[in-house]
């Protein structure tokens, strides 16, 4: 059942200096009553409407925020054993959260939205990996995601939808590897940050 929030962070300009002193950018947090809910990652598609994903560890319910108005207040959506990593929009109306059921987690979880953030699907699961930590769109039916592959927690599974997160396919698994965050320039043309551990990270490059 949706909520109705306040959930707002202030950024304070800076940069300049004052009698000689510099004041730097300065953030506040302010209470969504939501104390308990741990969040990963956040998105917006322009000034005014963005989204935030998360996580409550004591009632394992997932958490997906929504303003339409640059972050005053926000609405909520919660759902049972999920743990939201991750929020991708390709289009204002179009986008996905992703996560895993829990931890160690058995499955991949994607749910959909194409209005707005206003109804969810779960999509049906066709990527047979462990989960999600990170997602994007390059376009507004292209998108990729990243996260634990065919070992939790030291495999890397890469997917991509073609159809806007209606389905998705396993394109890579990187074996006793840990994955980060990645990035796309083009549809074919890829970074990702990787480590192995204690071991230096790397960064992985592809073109295709």
């Known amino acids: ?10 950024l304070i300009a800076a940069g300049f200096s004052l009698f000689g002193a510099t004041t730097f950018a300065q953030w506040t947090d302010i209470s969504t009553g939501y104390s308990n809910v741990e969040l990963f990652d956040v998105k917006f598609v322009n000034d005014n409407n963005g989204y935030a994903v998360g996580r409550n560890h004591t009632t394992n319910f997932g958490y997906i925020f929504k303003t339409t108005d640059g972050g005053s207040n926000w609405t909520v959506d919660s759902v049972a054993n999920t743990f939201f990593r991750a929020v991708a929009m390709a289009d204002i109306n179009t986008g996905c959260v992703g996560g895993y059921d829990d931890v160690p987690a058995s499955t991949e979880v994607i749910h959909k939205t194409t209005d707005a953030g206003a109804n969810w699907t779960l999509e049906a699961n066709t990527i047979a990996y462990y989960g ?3 997602m994007m769109f390059v376009n507004a039916t292209t998108g990729y995601a990243t996260g634990y592959g065919d070992t939790f927690g030291w495999s890397i599974g890469v997917y991509k939808t073609t159809d806007a997160g209606a389905t998705w396919t396993a394109v890579s698994n990187m074996a006793s590897t840990i994955g980060g965050d990645f990035d796309f320039t083009s549809a074919t043309n890829a970074y990702m940050i990787t480590h192995t551990g204690a071991s230096a990270g790397t960064v992985q490059k592809s073109i295709d």
Do not use: D, N, P
Request: net charge positive; proline share 0%; glycine share 0%.
């Open 1 to 10: 059942m949706k909520k109705h929030v306040t959930f707002k962070s202030l």
């Open 132 to 134: 999600i930590e990170h």
